[in-house]
Nanobody, 122 residues
Framework: QVQLVESGGGLVQPGGSLRLSCAAF????????MSWYRQAPGKEREMVAG????????NYADSVKGRFTISRDNAKNTVYLQMNSLKPEDTAVYYC???????????????WGQGTQVTVSS
């Protein structure tokens, strides 16, 4: 059973930084491309960053490019999101999951973890 446990969120001032972690269980982590998603109040969930299974290729939403960095440690079954130069519009609940292509193909990734709240405010 797939289990994803996000952590590292919190309250930060504009311009600040946070590092999110996501521990993954119940599947062969090193074989799966992973992504970070976020959902702000009243908005659809959106993907903000993705990384391939080996960690050599990444992609980002335009809104976070140059500020966020996704990485992974396959030995620890963990994916990270380093967030710098945070803005109030980054406020959202952040989730990790398989990348969108895998999520639509594999029902095991239909569920989501509890997410971690990121609030950017002065």
């Amino acid at each position: 059973q797939v289990q994803l446990v996000e952590s590292g969120g919190g309250l930060v001032q504009p311009g600040g930084s946070l590092r999110l972690s996501c521990a993954a269980f119940g599947f062969t982590f090193s074989s799966v491309g992973m992504s970070w998603y976020r959902q702000a109040p009243g908005k659809e969930r959106e993907m903000v960053a993705g990384i391939n299974s080996a960690g050599g290729r990444t992609n980002y939403a335009d809104s976070v490019k140059g500020r966020f960095t996704i990485s992974r440690d396959n030995a620890k079954n963990t994916v990270y999101l380093q967030m710098n130069s945070l803005k109030p519009e980054d406020t959202a609940v952040y989730y990790c999951n398989a990348d969108p292509r895998i999520r639509t193909a594999v029902s095991a990734f239909d569920s989501w973890g509890q997410g971690t709240q990121v609030t950017v405010s002065s």
